[in-house]
C-alpha cells in the first residue's frame, strides 16, 4: 500500500527484535556540579566488537555553553510513525534539565558525528509555555510531547511541552493537569487511549539535593496518574502511599494491546504493577519489593533506591536497579502478577559486594540502563543526577562514571557482566564526567511506541 | 561600589556594583564560575560566604542549615557590603551531605516547611 512500510520504527516489537544489531550508543555526560567548567556532551560509543574502537568513546558534542545538565532524551520519531514515509529517526531531542534549553540533534548526517541542528531556547519556553525542568521526551506520531516538572520559578507541578516536527513551540499539550501535584516520567498506550504518568518532585525540592525529611513534608511524589489521551486530561489517581514513595520511571509493556504497566518506586525501593480492568478502571498492586539493607555507617538500613525501570521488547522480563546497594536485577514477568527473579549482578554500590568491575573503580551504582533491541545486551550507568551523586557518592567527583554492558540470557533468564566491555568516563580528556542516560540510533527498549 | 575577594582563587578582588546578581557581574569581569538554572533553585552556583553580606531573599534551593554555613546563591544574590567567597566546588564541603547519616533537625529544613526554633530555658 502506498505509504506503508517506508517509516521509522518497525511494524511491530517482533519485528523490532529481528532488527540488526546497535553498532553505536549515543550517550550523554555531565560536566555540570563536577567543578570542571566544561559543557556538558552528547558521547558517541562504539559498540559493534568488531570494530577497533569497540567500547571506546568515537566522538563528544559538545552543548554550546556550561550547566545544561544533560539527563534524559528522545527521538524525534519512533515506531509510532512507521507508516508515515515522511518521516525518519533523525533527531535526538536533549534537553538541559537545568538550563531549560531543548538541542535538537541531527544524528543521520553523519552518525558517529552528531552535530547540533536547533536550539530551543530554555528562555523562549518559559516565556510561551511556563515550564522548566525538562524530562522525558515521547513523539505521538509525528509531534513531540516533553515533561517538565515545574513551572518557569522551578515550581510543582508543570506540565508538558506540544512540539511540532520542526521543533517549533506549539504550547502546552495537556488540556489539564488535574489536581497532580507533581510531575516526572510518562508513557501512552495509544489503543488503550491511556497515558500514565509518575511523580518527581519540584525542581526548587530534587535540584539542590535530597533532603529525606522533604519526604515526610509531602515535597515527594506518591501517586501514578491515569490520562484520558485523546482529552490530555488526567482521569484517575491511583495512591500508592508509603509503597510508592518516589515513583519514577513509568512503562507500559512493548505490546500495544496490553493494558499492564510498571512503576519503580525509588525509596520505597518496589516496583508497582498497573493494568486496566474489565469495567475500564485501573488497579495497581506492588509486586517487588526491595528489602533495606543494614550499613555498618549507617544508623537505618539502606534503601535500594529503584531509579529506573525497564522492559524487555518481548514483554518477557523486567529490569530494575538499586542505585544505592549496586545491584541489577531481572525479572520474569509472563505472570505479571506474579514476576520471577531470573538474574542478578552486582556493581558498585555502597553495600560493597563488588567495589571493582573490569578493572575499574565503580564510584555510584547501576543507574540508568539501555537494552538492545534483542533483548541480549544491557548498557549501564552509573550517575544519577549530579547533586545526588555528590551527596551518595562525592567521590564519583574525581572517578567519574562508568558504563558496563550486561550479557542477558533472554531463553533462560539470567545477567552476566561483560569482560571485554568498559567505558571508563574517569578518562575523558576533559577531565571525570558522568554518563547517564543512552540511545541507540535504531531504536530501542524506551523508545518505541505503537499506534 | 563593593570590594568582592574570592579568598580561594589567591584573593582575587574585584568591584561591583551590587545592583545586580553575583553572578552575572562577576563573570562579567572574566571570572570562570559554575551555574545552572540562573533563577536560584538549583544550587549550582553555590559559594561560601566567608564575610560580609548579600541579599538573596529570592533563592529557593538552600536549606536553613546551608544558609547557616554561609552558602549562598551566586546566580540571586546581591552584595550589599564588601565579600569575601570561596568559589566552585572546593567551597561546597558542607553543601552536600549524606540525608540518611545526618538528617536536618526541624528548623534546619528549607524556609518554607522549617520550623522555628525551640529556646530551652535552663
Redesign the interface.
Known sequence: MEGLCCGPGYASPSEAIRAPSEKLLYTIAIY????I?KPDYLATIDVDPKSESYSKVIHRLEMPG????LHHMGWNACSSCHDDKSMSRRYLLVPGV???NIYVVDTATNPKVPRIQKIIQGTEIKTKTNL?GPHTVHCLGSEIIISFLGDA??EAPGGYLHLNKDFEILGRWESSMGDILFSYDFWYQPRHNVMVSSEWAA??TF????????VG?L?YGRRLHIWDFEKKRPIQTMYLGEDGLIPLEVKFLHNPNSSHGFCGAALSANVIHFWKTKNGSWEWEKIIDIDNEPHP????P?PGVMSALLVSMDDKYLYINNWLHGDMRQYNITDPHNPVLTGQVWMGGLLGKAPIVNGVKIAGGPQMYQLSLDGKRMYVTTSLF??WD???Y?EI?TNGGVMLMIDCDVKNGGMKINEDFVVNFGNEPNGPSRCHESRYPGGDCTSDIWL | MKKITIANRNNATYEVKGNKPLLLELCSLGVDLPYGCQYGGCITCAAKLIKGKVDQKSQVALNNRQINDGYVILCVARAKTDCTFDIGVESHDKLYRNPFIDPLAPHELKADIASFREIKND
Open positions: 555540570t556540579g563536577t567543578g567548567q556550561i550547566g545544561d545538565e537545568r538550563s531549560n522548566s520559578k522551578g525542581p526548587n535540584m539542590p539535593g535530597f533532603d529525606l525529611e522533604e513534608h515535597k555507617d549507617w544508623p537505618i539502606i549530579s547533586t555528590n551527596q551518595f562525592p567527583r
